[in-house]
């Protein structure tokens, strides 16, 4: 079974850093691009960030770029976003979600559960 | 950056009836332009991509068209599972960009 876990979310304060990570499992990791995308308390969805196969072509939304940073390891079947300089703004449930097909960066098919992130004082 | 606007932002209707969803993109996507399904509690759920494919196991009740800028989510007969929120997207261009949403909430 495809399958997406998140982890490390939890309550912060404006500032801080969190790292979230993503587990994969049921499919060959290293084939596709993944993404993080998230919902904030009664907002639409906003892609965060993505990053290929091999760590070449990564993107940002720009209200995360210089302060959010995502990266792979594929050995480990893993996905990280290391959030730094968080704000309030922040809040949200951040998805875990995997790239339709090889090699394209485009659009969610798996998606995880979430974790949820809370920035407040 | 890409926007998308979908309309109408509410649709009440009642089940059996055909539900039609529209997204405007500002500037031309090409065909890549997906829809998904989001539920309370849930992870959104991938319903087309590429403007008309419908992903696995979606039923052929939903069908998407369009190109460039203007594309259509239609739901043929409305099942009680299918009243949700309904987002596009669209892989053309980075940053990736959702659109505003469309409820479907029963008449």
């Known amino acids: 079974e495809v399958q997406l876990v998140e982890s490390g979310g939890g309550l912060v304060q404006p500032g801080r850093s969190l790292r979230l990570s993503c587990a994969a499992s049921?499919?060959?990791?290293?084939?596709?691009?993944m993404h993080w995308v998230r919902r904030a308390p009664g907002k639409g969805l906003e892609w965060v960030s993505g990053i290929s196969w091999n760590s070449g072509s990564i993107g940002y939304a720009d209200s995360v770029k210089g302060r959010f940073t995502i990266s792979r390891d594929n050995a480990k079947n893993s996905l990280y976003l290391q959030m730094n300089s968080l704000r309030a703004e922040d809040t949200a449930l951040y998805y875990c979600a995997k790239d339709t097909r090889p090699n394209t960066f485009d659009f969610f098919d798996i998606w995880g559960p979430g974790t949820m992130v809370t920035v407040s004082s | 950056e890409i926007v998308l606007t979908q309309s109408p932002a509410t649709l009440s209707l009642s089940p059996g009836e055909r539900a039609t969803l529209s997204c405007r993109a500002s500037?031309?996507?090409?065909?890549?332009l997906a829809w998904y399904q989001e539920k309370p509690g849930q992870a959104p759920r991938l319903l087309i991509y590429d403007a008309s494919n419908r992903a696995t196991g979606i039923p052929a009740r939903f069908s998407g068209s369009g190109s460039g800028t203007d594309f259509t989510l239609t739901i043929s007969s409305l099942e009680p599972e299918d009243f949700a929120v309904y987002y596009c997207?669209?892989?053309?261009?980075?940053?990736?960009?959702f659109g505003g949403g469309t409820k479907v909430e029963i008449k």
């Open positions: 997207q669209q892989g053309n261009n980075w940053p990736l960009t």
């Open positions: 049921g499919f060959t990791f290293d084939d596709y691009v």
């Open positions: 500037q031309s996507v090409s065909s890549y």
